[in-house]
């Protein structure tokens, strides 16, 4: 199993311009979800899926779209990069309703410089 | 009031020392709660799961307490691979397990274990 994979690693984006960041999950898991770090902010919650077809929105969801259209994806998609959009975005996910674990499993992160 | 607390530290410690982290929470509702450690640059990976009576895995060992609404990690004989970011992870829940994947992190505590 690969896990979490995001792409890519590394972007830079002009203010304005937008672009999707890919995630997906090989694990069968029925719960995904993005995050963004910032220096003393911690992990904040974005959006988050609890199933192919619902999307709910997190603590910090404005400028960010997403969707779920199968168990496996969950791009997130930026409408009009600002430069406070400038962060690292973790993709996770984890087993859902009925596991007895509630562990996140994440991607390796996505590093994204709106200038 | 920030629903997850830490100390930022650093906590700077000599190999073989034990050094305790704690963390407290303002949900009273909250009901799973973890221990994240974050290398630099990566991605966070759960250390382990808090139980109510208290876990141990090796030389680590978490507590939860309930009342106080708080959460501890105690580190026994640490060594320089424990130097990492530590982040205390609250699960809110909620009905139907719609919050099943809304974890809410804390800003993290560093460890620096020197030689």
């Known amino acids: 199993n690969a896990g979490v994979t995001q792409t890519p690693k590394f972007q830079v984006l002009k203010t304005g311009q937008s672009m999707t960041l890919q995630c997906a999950q090989d694990?069968?898991?029925?719960?995904m979800s993005w995050y963004r770090q910032d220096p003393g902010m911690g992990l904040r919650l974005i959006h988050y899926s609890v199933g192919a077809g619902i999307t709910d929105q997190g603590e910090v969801p404005n400028g960010y779209n997403v969707s779920r259209s199968t168990t496996e994806d969950f791009p997130l998609r930026l409408l009009s990069a600002a430069p406070s959009q400038t962060s690292v975005y973790f993709c996770?996910?984890?087993?859902?309703?009925?596991?007895?674990?509630?562990?996140?499993?994440f991607g390796p992160g996505t590093r994204l410089t709106v200038t | 009031r920030k629903e997850v607390e830490q100390d930022p530290g650093p906590f700077n410690v000599p190999e073989g020392a034990t050094v305790a982290f704690n963390c407290t929470y303002s949900?009273?509702?909250?009901?799973?709660f973890f221990w994240y450690r974050q290398d630099c640059r990566k991605e966070p990976k759960l250390l382990m799961s808090v139980y109510s009576s208290g876990n141990e895995d090796g030389r680590f060992t978490a507590q939860l307490n309930r009342a106080s609404q708080y959460i501890s990690l105690l580190i026994r004989d640490s060594k320089l691979s424990d130097s990492a970011t530590y982040l205390c992870v609250v699960n809110r829940g909620g009905a139907g397990g719609t919050s099943y994947g809304k974890l809410t992190f804390g800003q993290g505590t560093i460890l620096t274990v020197h030689p």
């Open positions: 694990m069968n898991h029925e719960y």
């Open positions: 949900n009273s509702a909250s009901q799973s």
């Open positions: 996770a996910s984890s087993g859902g309703q009925g596991s007895s674990s509630y562990e996140q499993y």
